[in-house]
């Protein structure tokens, strides 16, 4: 029961390009909703998170934009570098429950 | 301060056999949350565990259970392996919000 739609599956971008993940959720209950980063052999690593009272959140090169009403969220990654060449989730948590994305492969080409 | 720790980092079983799993969560942390990770499935939630207290439980058949013990550490056994059990086995712990630090996980073959 998937719950968290992630996309695209694998994305190859530009060094210096601007990498966009998208994902969707369907429980109207969640309320926080982080991306993680992971690299081979390691765990996810918390990314950056938003909560639903605000439509957008930066740090540093990763921004978060929220969409409430159409209960869709992204990711961009701005001036992409081979560095940020990982695997990103997205999830969604409320209510005593949390899922994830299926993870999104990022390869940042120099 | 130091993040999650689980042991052993990796782990080759045959099938039948039991295997469990260790976490120690960051100090402080009292809730510890277990995922399986596979390529196909992506994370999979396994089971919350909160002051030694099971809090929230995914939907994986009885042969996965775990524990928490007073010191907040965590252990996942599983059963009667199965081939499709190979995986990696997450670690998460948090104060008991979503914010959840993940360790690097017990990567799992079944042969």
């Known amino acids: 029961q998937q719950q968290v739609k992630q996309s695209p599956q694998s994305l190859i971008v530009q060094k210096g390009g601007i990498s966009i993940i998208n994902c969707a959720y369907e429980?109207?209950?969640?309320?926080?909703f982080p991306w993680y980063q992971q690299f081979p052999g390691k765990g996810p690593a918390l990314l950056i998170a938003i909560r639903p009272d605000v439509s957008e959140k930066k740090e540093g090169r990763f921004t978060i934009s929220f969409n409430k009403s159409a209960k869709q969220f992204s990711l961009h990654i701005m001036d992409s570098q081979p560095g940020d060449s990982a695997t990103y989730f997205c999830?969604?948590?409320?209510?005593?429950?949390?899922?994830f994305g299926a993870g999104t492969r990022l390869t940042v080409k120099p | 301060k130091a993040g999650v720790t689980q042991t052993p980092r990796y782990l080759i079983k045959t099938r039948g056999q039991q295997v469990t799993l260790s976490c120690s969560p960051i100090?402080?942390?009292?809730?510890v949350s277990w995922y399986q990770q596979t390529p196909g499935q992506g994370l999979q939630f396994l089971f919350e565990y909160f002051s030694e207290t099971q809090r929230n439980k995914g939907n994986f058949p009885g042969r996965f259970s775990g524990r928490q013990f007073s010191n907040s550490r965590s252990e996942m056994n599983v059963s009667t392996l199965e081939l499709g059990d190979s995986a990696l086995y997450l670690c998460?712990?948090?104060?008991?919000?979503?914010?959840?630090?993940f360790g690097p996980g017990t990567r799992l073959t079944v042969l």
């Open positions: 999830a969604a948590a409320g209510n005593n429950d949390m899922r």
């Open positions: 998460a712990s948090s104060l008991g919000t979503y914010e959840q630090f």
């Open positions: 429980n109207t209950a969640f309320d926080y």
């Open positions: 100090s402080g942390h009292r809730s």
